[in-house]
């Protein structure tokens, strides 16, 4: 992608740091039922994705983080 940031390795490393960081938070999140911060989490994980690895589709993203593909969005209010 042309237009895609040029980021060093250690750079790299940072932002794979936070985005573990937002996973881990996206499954608090679920497990307390807390759709706010669950959205957002995974929302910030698709930005940095799309920002700097050039992942724009769902489909590309959660092949890239190894998570199953869902035909929806998933709400809290589903996890039993």
């Not at 996206?26 to 920002?51: E, I, M, P």
């Amino acid at each position: 992608q042309p237009n895609a940031p040029i980021i060093t390795a250690s750079t790299e490393v940072l932002i794979k740091q936070n985005m573990i960081m937002q996973l881990s938070m996206a499954q608090w999140a679920l497990l307390h039922r807390n759709q706010k911060l669950y959205d957002q989490a995974l929302q910030n994980v698709q930005q940095w994705l799309t920002r700097y690895f050039a992942l724009t589709t769902q489909k590309e993203t959660m092949s890239f983080i190894g998570l199953p593909q869902h035909g929806s969005h998933l709400e809290c209010s589903q996890v039993v």
